[in-house]
Nanobody
Framework: VQLQASGGGLVQAGGSLRLSCAVS????????MGWYRQAPGKQRELVAS???????AYTNSVKGRFTISRDNGKNTVYLQMNSLRPEDTGVYYC?????????WGRGTLVTVSS
């Protein structure tokens, strides 16, 4: 399974970005897709996830600002990020989890300036 994340960039605080994660195979089935981020000097953390139900979950710091969604026809997962803050800065990674097997894509850098 290959994942390609894109959409990162430099944005001012209060701005928006939409990240995309294209997956090399179907995302239909017992699969949970997630977006993680790693800030400089910090551990990677789960930002948002979406199951095939679909049910979604978010870390508290992004609730109400970020929205995760999926397009099964395009094998793509998105992360819409609004009202960005400097503390949202980091490398964002997408993750594909299926029956205990986890796959990662290369990250995309998001930088939020104050």
């Amino acid at each position: 399974v290959q994942l390609q994340a894109s959409g990162g960039g430099l944005v001012q605080a209060g701005g928006s970005l939409r990240l995309s994660c294209a997956v090399s195979e179907s995302i239909v089935g017992p699969i949970v897709m997630g977006w993680y981020r790693q800030a400089p000097g910090k551990q990677r953390e789960l930002v948002a996830s979406i199951s095939s139900a679909p049910t979604t979950a978010y870390t508290n710091s992004v609730k109400g600002r970020f929205t995760i969604s999926r397009d099964n026809g395009k094998n793509t997962v998105y992360l819409q990020m609004n009202s960005l803050r400097p503390e949202d800065t980091g490398v964002y990674y997408c993750n594909f989890l299926r029956l205990g097997q986890s796959y990662w894509g290369r990250g995309t850098l998001v930088t939020v300036s104050s």
